[in-house]
């Protein structure tokens, strides 16, 4: 039941309508469809379309009144994050770089209500060329880097915070970790990135951004991403198909498929585009989709039930998110030629190459990769004691392995 009444809050939202629930909703429903939202990273754009249902209006106001005050706090942090950035982005460009920005801001322009739309980050993508000036840049602007990235030079990834202000920036050279053995493969696709960029105007401010066949390719393959690890947010599917309802005339459909098909993500883009017809109104006429993708028979509700129940980006839980080790295992394997295996040793003892990011001392002293299995278990042990730990990532990944193979991201 809360799922279906969070769809269809959410796409009222999306088509700028509200609700007319009149049945009764119990305090423990209306507890947890705002719980599912904040999970999904939506709650302003549910309570907008919900707040002046009659079943709304028979609830308790105390509680309406507190989700109320919390939206219009991340509306108001919202809006401060992207009136920010633009003056950063105004900075960069005076400074003579103009990065590509992807995701985030160029999604969220495409909503009815841009700030109902939350982004946690924005990212901007610059050649190896302009790495270097673009941190340099941003220092000057008052960010601050990740201390541990001081050696910028060695990294693909930095992120900035600026003390005082929400804003938070993530520098890439590539889009995707070039180490992954699942999917840094991906980055192949988008060496034309610079090349073939468009300009899509936001608050009067002309920003830079990928061709809209890449960057449609960049929201299924970032949102495929995610889900060989601890799962998709709703937000992503949200954007794919207002993204490929918005500029469809662009978008070249056979590269993209033929792209997806060739890292075996092409089924899970059909199951994506099946939610967005069925749930988010995503137009074969708008988004110029083919038909024989528009009308796939794959059937999308495997995904969609593994969407609402991860919540965005699959972190609903520790052991979800500990259970992409088990997916990524299997993902990495399949590319290797080796059998798909998911054990759970491989995901309590992972190679030095996938801890040292998270233990920083086996980038100088690899032999102590038996300290950091160590380390590992035990915080495992005692994540289990609240929430499942290793058991729990166990069971999902061993699930969510199922899965993959439903899509046929491995045999």
Not at 159 to 188: M, T
Request: hydrophobic share 40%.
């Amino acid at each position: 039941m809360i799922n279906k009444l969070f769809l269809e809050a959410l796409q009222a939202s999306l088509k700028i309508e509200k609700v007319k629930w009149e049945h009764d909703i119990s305090s423990e429903n209306w507890q947890e469809l705002f719980a599912l939202a904040e999970a999904q990273h939506v709650l302003p754009m549910i309570y907008d379309a919900v707040y002046s249902c009659p079943a709304a209006k028979k609830s308790d106001p105390k509680f309406f009144s507190a989700i109320k005050g919390r939206v219009y706090k991340k509306v108001m942090l919202q809006a401060m994050k992207t009136e920010e950035f633009l003056k950063l982005y105004g900075h960069l460009v005076k400074n003579g770089i103009r990065p590509i920005l992807v995701k985030g801001l160029i999604c969220r322009q495409l909503y009815p209500n841009p700030d109902y739309r939350s982004s946690s980050d924005e990212d901007l993508l610059v050649s190896a060329d302009e790495f270097v000036a673009c941190h340099k840049a941003l220092l000057e602007y008052g960010m601050t880097a990740d201390p541990e990235k001081s050696d910028v030079e060695n990294y693909d990834e930095i992120a900035y915070r600026k003390e005082g202000s929400p804003l938070y920036i993530e520098l890439h050279r590539s889009l995707f970790a070039e180490k992954s053995e699942a999917y840094g493969d991906f980055n192949r696709f988008f060496k034309a990135a610079h090349q073939e960029t468009v300009t899509v105007s936001v608050s009067g401010t002309d920003i830079n951004t990928m061709s809209h066949t890449l960057h449609l390719l960049y929201l299924i393959l970032h949102a495929f991403k995610h889900f060989l690890h601890g799962g998709v947010g709703i937000r992503q599917v949200c954007d794919i198909s207002l993204y490929a309802n918005e500029y469809g005339r662009y978008i070249d459909w056979a590269d993209v498929t033929d792209k997806c098909a060739e890292v075996r993500a092409d089924k899970f883009a059909f199951a994506l585009i099946k939610i967005g017809k069925s749930c988010f109104e995503l137009s074969a006429e708008k988004s110029c989709c083919h038909a024989a993708i528009y009308n796939t028979d794959i059937d999308e509700t495997y995904l969609l039930e593994d969407i609402l129940s991860g919540g965005v980006y699959g972190g609903a839980t520790k052991g979800r998110k500990h259970s992409s080790n088990v997916t990524l295992n299997a993902v990495s394997s399949q590319k290797k030629g080796n059998a798909v295996r998911g054990s759970v040793i491989r995901t309590l003892l992972p190679s030095v190459k996938k801890l040292s990011g998270k233990y920083k001392y086996l980038e100088k002293y690899p032999f102590l990769l038996p300290v950091a299995w160590y380390d590992r278990i035990v915080g495992y042990i005692k994540e289990s004691r609240r929430e499942g730990g290793v058991s729990e990532a166990a069971k999902i990944g061993k699930d969510r392995i199922e899965l993959l193979k439903i899509y046929n991201v491995i045999d």
